[in-house]
T-cell receptor, first 114, second 108 residues
Framework: EAGVTQFPSHSVIEKGQTVTLRCDPI?????LYWYRRVMGKEIKFLLH????????ESGMPNNRFLAERTGGTYSTLKVQPAELEDSGVYFC????????????FGPGTRLTVL | GDSVTQMEGPVTLSEEAFLTINCTYT??????LFWYVQYPGEGLQLLLK?????DKGSNKGFEATYRKETTSFHLEKGSVQVSDSAVYFC???????FGAGTRLTVKP
């Protein structure tokens, strides 16, 4: 069974540009989560989808971040326009049930904003 | 709000040494506690968990005991191997708060 995949693995962009990160969850997992780890600090929750609906987006830092999950399969996280402080590693996770201790994580996308 | 404080790294040990990575938490209610591990180039994997006070989680030779009186969940392993080199994260639910991660390097 394929795990959670994320694309790209690395992205380097300039301040003001737009970047879109993609996450493909494990097939059949209705729950999809986005997290971010900035500068070696703690991993912070961004948002949680149940199928195509946003269940909890309390961790989204500001309106420059837009997450979508059309059709309830893969998800995208767009940052527009990117700022220097957006640099970090963005993790995606999925789970079959809505339980935080059943999550499977992807390898992350390392975003660098110059 | 809930939070996790984790021992800062990096930690470098020789093979077969004893490992302790400290983790303490602040939470209202009765959280579940977790240790996740991230090997190079991979995603986070659940290493072990404990869902109530005095529970001991264990996996791959690692252990951690949920201590409510000291609000701690320290990770231990009696004899580390080179293959244990990774970043370790302490976390608690239900709001999934993570610690900052501790990078462990084990040298042969």
């Amino acid at each position: 069974e394929a795990g959670v995949t994320q694309f790209p693995s690395h992205s380097v962009i300039e301040k003001g540009q737009t970047v879109t990160l993609r996450c493909d969850p494990i097939s059949g997992h209705d729950n999809l989560y986005w997290y971010r780890r900035v500068m070696g600090k703690e991993i912070k929750f961004l948002l949680h989808f149940v199928k195509e609906s946003k269940q909890d987006e309390s961790g989204m830092p500001n309106n420059r971040f837009l997450a979508e999950r059309t059709g309830g399969t893969y998800s995208t996280l767009k940052v527009q326009p990117a700022e220097l402080e957006d640099s970090g590693v963005y993790f995606c996770a999925s789970s079959q049930v809505s339980s935080y201790n059943e999550q499977f994580f992807g390898p992350g996308t390392r975003l660098t904003v110059l | 709000g809930d939070s996790v404080t984790q021992m800062e790294g990096p930690v470098t040990l020789s093979e077969e040494a004893f490992l302790t990575i400290n983790c303490t938490y602040t939470a209202t209610g009765y959280p579940s506690l977790f240790w996740y591990v991230q090997y190079p180039g991979e995603g986070l994997q659940l290493l072990l968990k404990a869902t109530k006070a005095d529970d001991k989680g264990s996996n791959k030779g690692f252990e951690a005991t949920y201590r409510k009186e000291t609000t701690s969940f320290h990770l231990e392993k009696g004899s580390v191997q080179v293959s244990d080199s990774a970043v370790y994260f302490c976390a608690l639910s239900p709001d999934m708060r993570f610690g900052a991660g501790t990078r462990l390097t084990v040298k042969p």
